[in-house]
């Protein structure tokens, strides 16, 4: 036993260093999100996100972001407060045209909802899938600003809640490390 686990901790530590050289950091991003529950009517219009990205080579970029929305709805006898969280990754395509950086990502992960009312919450998770497209207009140097649109299913939830479709706007400051 001992002398597996010391073969493995060799292994690591020295694939460790080729490993790390063939990953470069491609873009950071931060912004606002503004979500659309169209199947119940929601609006949740205090949100933000933050993403990193890293080149794997030509267009592709491997992205991993964390999103949250909040709403608050009044009722007759108590208030809502509702909101999702997002822990998402996977690919991001993006092409020059002209001056403007076109993307397309599909971004998948853990969504959690969660909702309170007369004091009391309820928590509940979903596997989101989102795809989405947007536009980077440059700002100078390596600064961007993207206009993106995303488009999230949400799986049934564990507590027996349907699926969910939803509609995300984004803009948000990118700083890229290139200029493709």
């Not at 108590?78 to 996977?90: A, I």
Request: charged residues 20%; proline residues 4%; aromatic residues 8%.
């Amino acid at each position: 036993m001992r002398r597996r686990l010391l073969l493995a901790c060799a292994l690591l530590t020295a694939a460790a260093p080729a490993y790390a050289q063939t990953f470069a950091l491609s873009d950071v991003s931060a912004g606002y999100v503004f979500l659309n529950d169209p199947q119940t009517e929601t609006e949740f219009p205090r949100g933000a996100m933050g993403s990193i990205g890293v080149a794997a080579g030509g267009p592709v970029t491997i992205v991993g972001e964390a999103a949250f929305s909040r709403a608050h709805v009044s009722g007759f006898a108590s208030d809502t407060d509702l909101s999702f969280v997002s822990v998402m990754g996977g690919a991001r395509a993006s092409v020059r045209a002209g001056p403007l950086r076109e993307m397309f990502q599909v971004l998948a992960g853990p969504v959690f909802a969660s909702g309170t009312r007369f004091g009391v919450t309820e928590t509940n998770r979903g596997l989101g899938i989102q795809p989405g497209a947007g536009v980077d207009v440059p700002l100078g140097g390596r600064w961007w600003l993207r206009g993106e649109i995303d488009l999230r299913y949400v799986t049934k939830q564990q507590n027996g809640d349907s699926a969910q479709r939803q509609l995300r706007a984004v803009a948000a400051l990118v700083y890229s490390r290139d200029n493709r």
